[in-house]
């Protein structure tokens, strides 16, 4: 990520500037498994100084494509995969000083790999499967506090 300041035109035609994060963005996965239970995952953040539960995600590496880095994502985060991932939505989280884009999909059927992927050393990560009732409980109760998780689920909860 880089940090940019910009100056710019305002409408009223004065100088202002204007101080944004460059962010390559990232894909998320909601992962639903043959039984019909969301796939989510907790981890510390350290920005915020605390536990996240959240659907599996992670930044673009150089010239990613959405779709690799949910399903890498998936596979390194969770031990899942499926071979039914399609485009759910996009959506900008901090539109007011980032231009990140997440691209979450829909990853249907997913499955324990039989081969364990090796994720990011400095991720501490527990999965966790919800079902329908259980993830309504989560949303009301705001267990789960993370945009783009709370957009998933929502979807999730209208499927």
Do not use: W
Request: hydrophobic share 40%.
């Amino acid at each position: 990520m880089n940090v940019y300041e910009d100056e710019v035109i305002l409408p009223d035609k004065k100088l202002g500037k204007r101080l944004y994060i460059g962010h390559p963005g990232g894909s998320g996965v909601l992962a639903i498994t043959p039984d019909d239970k969301v796939i989510l995952v907790k981890q510390y953040r350290y920005a915020i100084k605390s536990y996240l539960i959240e659907i599996p995600a992670g930044k673009h590496d150089a010239n990613d494509d959405p779709f690799l880095t949910a399903k890498r994502e998936l596979a390194e985060e969770t031990g899942y995969t499926s071979d039914d991932i399609s485009y759910l939505t996009a959506i900008y989280p901090t539109p007011g000083y980032s231009g990140e884009i997440i691209t979450i999909y829909l990853a249907k059927n997913a499955y324990l790999m039989t081969e364990k992927i090796k994720g990011d050393d400095d991720e501490f990560i527990t999965v966790m499967c919800y079902d329908k009732a259980q993830v309504n409980m989560l949303i009301s109760s705001n267990e789960v506090i993370d945009s783009k998780t709370l957009i998933a689920l929502q979807m999730f909860m209208n499927m």
